[in-house]
């Protein structure tokens, strides 16, 4: 029931995502098939997730701030793509071996490196989540960059990167030092691609 649902809000969300904001999808050949994969892109408004969610031809399972299910819609979709909720002043351990256990299962994930909308802009320091995970997991990167417009109908593109593949460090316990270097590239490729589109 849950996957029949899942198609028709997908489409719903695509539709008003082509028909509102004029959504220009480019680089879904470079999403590896058949493998575990970890999307990572900036973070600017509400709509950065589910259009991750729809146009990445992969099912994904977000990690999303717990306040979100506040919002009764907000919640549904979290129900209805198998988000994972994470609370944020905490190290949610839960949330943590959830991501792990569905990277080991070959499944996807998605993150924003920034840890909350516009966090590059506010002076927050980006989270090394991603390339924990990444270390962790041995699983891909695929840096996705959104750019365009922010208000209601302005016209928005989203770009998929070549996966950044850490798998050299996996089975390692990489320090703090490692972890930032690898956060900084994945940032590098996510802020070049929404550069390439303004």
Known sequence: MKKIARVIVRAAILAYCKLVHRVKVIGTENIPKGEALIFCGNHRTYLDPPLIVVTAKRHVHFLAKEELYENKFLGFLGYIFDAIAVR???KDISAVKES???LKEGSCIA????????GIEKGEKVKDGAAFFAVRSGAKVVPVGISGGTGKFDKVTIEYGKPLDYSE???TKPDKETLDKITEEIMDNIIMLTKKNV
Request: no cysteine.
């Open 169 to 171: 460090y996996k089975g």
């Open 111 to 118: 993150l924003f490196p920034e840890g909350t909308r516009n």
């Open 88 to 90: 944020r002043d905490a």
């Open 100 to 102: 792990l256990k569905k």
